[in-house]
């Protein structure tokens, strides 16, 4: 009997160990992204509003039961934006609204079946999903045009 006490005890340690909160990682620019933004330089550019599509959780992402904690306003939305002024404001590009889109980018990466290693994977990758998205934005033919300069 003892040794089911002591498989169970484990087995409610292993399950505790898998439910996790950590909060997104820190945005840092990523290279592609700033060298699109200083060539098309021109205008400054400042950064609006952003909000969640209707129906889109913006304040909770699960991973395996675990949870990823958004950005400093407690949305993933001003995590965007958050990563969207870092972006800027490394490539020397803040300050006007000039262009409004709604943009997709899909990113997968290599997971496991086990949740120690595929959740710190799952949010290693939120950070690159991100770069990835702003980088589609900086280099959209539409973001160029409404960014290059303007004559005189």
Known sequence: ??????????LVAASLGACVSMPAPMYQPSVGSSQALLASAGTSI??????????VENTAL???????EPGSDGTYAGYLRDAL????KAAGRDGEVVYDRTLRVDHEWDSSFLGAIAIPTAFDNYAAAVQKLLQALFTDPGFVAATAPRPG
């Open 85 to 88: 002024a870092t972006e800027l």
């Open 46 to 55: 400042e950064v609006g509003g952003f909000s969640a599509a209707h129906g």
């Open 62 to 68: 699960g991973v395996r039961g675990s949870r990823l």
């Open 1 to 10: 009997m003892a040794w089911l006490r002591l498989a169970m005890a484990a």
